[in-house]
């Protein structure tokens, strides 16, 4: 976070007692944090910046709710993490992944891609596998997306999930395993399509 | 099928690489209508709670008025009732009676 001399407590009781200049610190300390929540369950119909402003309206709104209970930071992203998943859900309209929906830029780097180590890779490839697995994971619903962005991208752990959205830890590893089994087929079907 | 597994973990390995450039503060038209939509609602929920102060106050104070004005009627009705001993009562009666004649 960018402001390493935040003092949490002192902000809020600022914040209660009105003092704009708190408000904003709290705002400006953590929107990186909550852009790159944003950035990684971004719905396609919403701009990000859209989606951040919504959040903090809601921060704000609820912040007399804050009990301290857990850190302000969890309490923040279990805030970010349901706007992004409503908006998700929002977006009602999903339309079937048909086999070479792949931009042909994505379909022409995935053998390139598996050649690649991690080691060696430039940023291209970061951001090529970046594009790729976005690209895979829009085509999920949206609880299977939010389970699969927090485990393989942010690396977040089963408990930590949980924690984040509330749901069992039994029905977060059914949605990793059916959302990796379908990601898994969407590539399937692109390696088929390359042999024939 | 494990070629795929394989190489979807190695796509999300080099995912989680990826540079992705956050600003250091937010944009400054988000920041302000944030800053102004919580400037709003601090103000209404100030004025809620002096709103729910005052009818507080207000319900006391008619439960004061309530409990005073029925230890007055007490007083007032035990002083009636008092007067209504039963030689008032007979008088009482007589002076209907001659009136009603």
Not at chain 1, 66 to 71: A, L
Not at chain 1, 155 to 160: F, N
């Amino acid at each position: 976070m960018q402001h390493d001399n935040f003092d949490e407590q002192d902000s809020l009781r600022r914040i209660e007692q009105g003092d704009e200049v708190a408000a904003r610190e709290l705002l400006r300390h953590f929107h990186p944090f909550v852009l790159k929540i944003v950035r990684a369950h971004l719905p396609r119909r919403i701009s990000e910046e859209d989606l951040v402003q919504m959040i903090f309206i809601k921060v704000f709104h609820k912040l007399n709710q804050y009990t301290g209970r857990m850190p302000l930071e969890h309490w923040i992203s279990r805030i970010a993490v349901n706007t992004c998943l409503n908006a998700l859900k929002a977006e009602k309209i999903r339309p079937e992944w048909r086999l070479g929906d792949f931009s042909e830029e994505i379909a022409a780097g995935i053998e390139k891609l598996a050649a690649t180590k991690v080691d060696t890779a430039t940023n291209a490839d970061f951001d090529f596998a970046k594009k790729l697995v976005t690209e895979l994971i829009a085509q999920l619903a949206p609880e299977d997306r939010l389970v699969i962005t927090l485990l393989h991208l942010e690396e977040k752990t089963v408990d930590e999930i949980h924690a984040i959205t509330g749901w069992s830890r039994s029905v977060i590893k059914v949605r990793a395993f059916r959302a990796r089994a379908k990601m898994k087929k969407m590539l399937n079907q692109r390696e088929m399509l390359a042999v024939a | 099928m494990k070629g795929t597994e394989q190489l979807l973990d190695h796509a999300f390995a080099l995912a989680r690489r990826a540079h992705d450039p956050v600003p250091s503060e937010p944009p400054f038209g988000m920041e302000t209508a944030i800053l102004a939509h919580w400037r709003n609602s601090y103000a209404s929920s100030n004025t809620d709670i002096y709103m729910v102060r005052l009818f507080r106050w207000a319900a006391i104070l008619a439960c004061l008025v309530a409990v005073a004005g029925g230890v007055w009627k007490s007083r007032d009705i035990a002083q009636i009732s008092q007067r209504l001993d039963p030689e008032t009562k007979i008088v009482d009666s007589a002076l209907l009676a001659g009136l009603d004649g």
